[in-house]
């Protein structure tokens, strides 16, 4: 459908009253504060989930999310390790791998 955003930005609402799905590399950097190159390096070695959207890599909003949740937690959290072991449950949910 093109030209059609509901699918990115949800069914409902509308694009103002929603946050977005998907952040691109550089908002996800700046939500976790770190650089967004720091941030592609990780995307690339595949120790940080994104997709791929016609060369452009988006971060998923939920991502961060769970991220930011278990560092206020008082959780340290190493994001490769906690990627793959995303990776590896969603594979055992039939879910399939992320792609980077």
Do not use: C, N
Not at 18 to 45: C, K, N, W
Not at 47 to 71: S, T
């Amino acid at each position: 459908m093109q030209g059609d955003r509901s699918l990115l930005t949800g069914a409902l609402a509308s694009e103002s009253d929603q946050l977005p799905v998907f952040y691109s590399v550089p908002e996800a950097a700046r939500h976790l504060g770190m650089s967004p190159a720091t941030l592609y390096r990780a995307i690339d070695a595949e120790q940080f989930p994104a997709i791929r959207i016609r060369g452009r890599l988006k971060v998923l909003r939920e991502v961060v999310d769970e991220i930011l949740a278990a560092a206020r937690a008082g959780q340290t959290v190493d994001v490769a390790k906690w990627a793959a072991a995303r990776r590896a449950a969603r594979g055992r949910e039939g879910g399939g791998a992320d792609a980077a």
